[in-house]
């Protein structure tokens, strides 16, 4: 039997550095074999830590989420929408109405939808004018028709839909207007693009985009019989890649799964697991996924180890698998047991591209789900995905009875709140830019396989945490 390895085993040996500050080191990373980012952490598909406002928050950071499952179909797609709708520096659909409105009837719309102005269009959807906010300030009454209230297309500023986000910005800054109509040569409106998106876009210069620029997201699927309506609803609403999650991910069904989903979306990228072995690696890779996740059992919250017997310490599990996804360059992402930046170096150094986080993130004001208050303090729920609690609420959702011979593999725990998952994240990149100059490595891909291991000892582990034997 061969010794296997966690993170709290090893240290990394610190090598020559060529690395002068953290601003030279760069933290690209594949995420799939088709889809880079800027930053390599992965927000958990877990319905404690990833829908929609974390998804946001992430790809705003450089990093990414994966929207959790947990729900109806109807319910992730619009998690996925949300994302989409987020910031577009061009949005596709905008808000439009036709010229034979009152004030009053296009108020009632503008203010369903939270928007504070709209474009006007004719019944070919060719644009004949804008209603902003500064067109109705001083307005005889509401029952005058917004055709008489518009800046009519004759006095607008527009641009082609081919536009770039840099001319955008110049002509909005040139005209001193805060909106520009897309029109296509006969005038249809095309989409429209705001001062306000614009201004998104240079304070997140880091963000993960998809190619018509908006954020990017993944979502978890199953792999029972619906999986695949659930994933062609997801793919239809935008998403950029799926992934498939089980416990199990080294097993028939998954390796059915994708390639059905292979077969019908060639396109879409595919992130499998959970896997732990070399064996496991190889079979999903030659099914068609385009990332593999590695983990079984290391999560803060999950119990399957202890349940079943089964899993494998998850620096070894790295090292194993990422050899064989090396072969066949496909990415691998860390899954689960990540405890701080340190861990997340090791997982890169062991042979990962990203890292997939929950417990790390849970807690704050993104995660899913309301803040509890006791005795004072807020706290937030943090639950594995096949606790009984998540499980319960799922068949709740499903209208199914609750199941008293579920067994789970995880726990639920309350976390005290922790604020916004920026300072979080930023914290470990910082940390993980310090690793990688510990390591001589500029790049992801200069650490990622390093193995610069060393196999401490208890007494090496005590002597790693900060343990100031005056402290009072
Ligand atoms: P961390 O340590 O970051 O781990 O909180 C997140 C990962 O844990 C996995 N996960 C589970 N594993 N039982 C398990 O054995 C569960 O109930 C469970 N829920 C989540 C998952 O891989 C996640 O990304």
């Known amino acids: 039997m061969i010794p296997a390895l966690s993170y709290d085993d090893v240290l990394l040996i610190p090598r020559r550095s060529g690395v002068k500050s953290r601003k030279d080191v760069n933290l690209t990373t594949k995420l799939t074999k088709n889809i880079k980012i800027n930053n390599p952490i992965v927000a958990a598909n877990m319905d404690t830590v990833c829908g929609s406002k974390m998804a946001i928050a992430m790809a705003k950071l450089g990093c990414v989420g994966v929207i959790h499952r ?65 067109d109705i300030r001083f307005r005889p009454s509401d029952d005058v028709l917004i055709s008489e209230l518009m800046t009519p297309r004759e006095k607008l ?68 019989s619906d999986s695949i309506d659930r994933a062609e609803e997801l793919i239809d609403a935008g998403v950029d890649f799926l992934v498939i999650d089980i416990a199990h991910g080294h097993s028939d069904i998954v390796i059915d799964t994708i390639f059905k989903l292979k077969e019908k979306w060639p396109d879409t990228d595919i992130i499998a697991g959970n896997v732990c072995t070399p064996e496991g690696t190889r079979d999903l890779i030659k099914a068609g996924a385009d990332a593999i996740k590695i983990g079984v059992g290391p999560g803060a919250n999950c119990s ?42 090791k997982a890169i150094s062991a042979g990962t591209d990203t890292i997939m986080i929950g417990s790390l993130i849970s807690g704050t004001r993104e995660t899913p789900g309301n803040v509890i208050v006791k005795d004072g303090h ?95």
């Not at 429209?192 to 998106?197: A, M, R, S, V």
């Not at 998809?210 to 029972?224: P, T």
């Not at 089964?310 to 360059?329: D, T």
């Open 157 to 224: 500023i527009t641009a082609t839909p081919l536009i770039t986000a840099p001319e955008a910005k110049d002509l909005l800054m040139e005209n001193r207007i805060e909106k520009l109509p897309l029109v296509n040569e006969d005038w249809t409106l095309a989409g429209l693009i705001t001062g306000k998106d614009l201004h998104k876009r240079t304070l997140y210069p880091n963000d993960s985009l998809d190619r018509k620029n908006r954020l990017l997201v993944g979502a978890a699927i199953g792999v029972k």
């Open 70 to 134: 947990f729900n109806t179909v109807q319910e992730q797609v619009e998690e996925v929408r949300k994302v989409k709708r987020y910031r577009n520096a061009i949005i596709e659909d905008p808000l439009k109405m036709g010229p034979e409105l009152t004030l009053k009837e296009a108020k009632k719309i503008m203010d369903k939808h939270g928007i504070s102005s709209t474009l006007i269009v004719d019944q070919y959807n060719e644009l004949i004018g804008i209603l902003t906010s500064r």
């Open 304 to 345: 399957t180890r202890i349940v079943t017997g089964s899993g494998y310490p998850q620096v070894s599990a790295i090292i194993e698998c990422s050899k064989i996804a090396e072969e066949y360059n496909i990415p691998i992402i860390a899954d689960g047991g990540v405890k701080n930046s340190g861990d997340m170096m």
């Open 378 to 472: 807020k706290y937030k729920l943090y639950r594995g995905m096949a606790s009984k609690s998540a499980k319960d609420s799922k068949d709740n959702k499903d209208k199914k009875k609750q199941d008293d011979e579920y067994v789970p593999e995880g726990v639920e725990s309350i976390i005290p709140y922790r604020g916004t998952v920026k300072e979080i994240i930023i914290q470990l990149l910082g940390g993980v830019k310090s690793g990688m100059s510990y390591c001589g490595a500029h790049t992801i891909s200069e650490a990622k396989g390093l193995r610069n291991f060393v196999k401490i000892t208890a007494a090496g582990m005590k002597e790693s945490i900060p343990h100031n034997q005056y402290k009072q």
